[in-house]
């Protein structure tokens, strides 16, 4: 009852394909071509990054502006935690309110 059963599984599911047979064939050697002279490729004077001084600007302009978007989503996100937090404890006190008001009157 406790002991896990193993599935036997009587045919393979896969495709299965006859391994295919390679017959040699005679080698012939070939001389080899006479080896060309090596270019060396010549580095590049300049980098290839420039950074210009509008480059510069627009990235500052680009950071600054995602740094912007990002912190008022975060703030409005932790405002929103807060107002409902907040509704949240009101409900709590009148609900408490209702409650010990309706206990005196009995």
């Known amino acids: 009852m406790f002991k896990p059963k193993v599935p036997t599984m009587p045919q393979p599911t896969g495709l299965i394909t006859r391994p295919t047979v390679v017959e040699p064939t005679a080698a012939v050697q070939h001389t080899p071509p006479s080896p060309a002279p090596l270019t060396v490729p010549i580095a590049a004077a300049r980098p290839t990054v ?3 001084p509008g480059a510069v600007v627009a990235l500052v302009g680009g950071g600054t502006a995602v740094v912007l978007v990002v912190g008022a989503v975060l703030v409005s996100m ?4 807060a107002v409902t937090g907040a509704s949240i404890a009101i409900c709590a006190l009148v609900i408490r309110s209702l409650i010990t008001s309706a206990d005196q009157h009995r």
């Open 50 to 52: 420039q950074l210009t």
């Open 78 to 81: 932790l405002l929103a935690v």
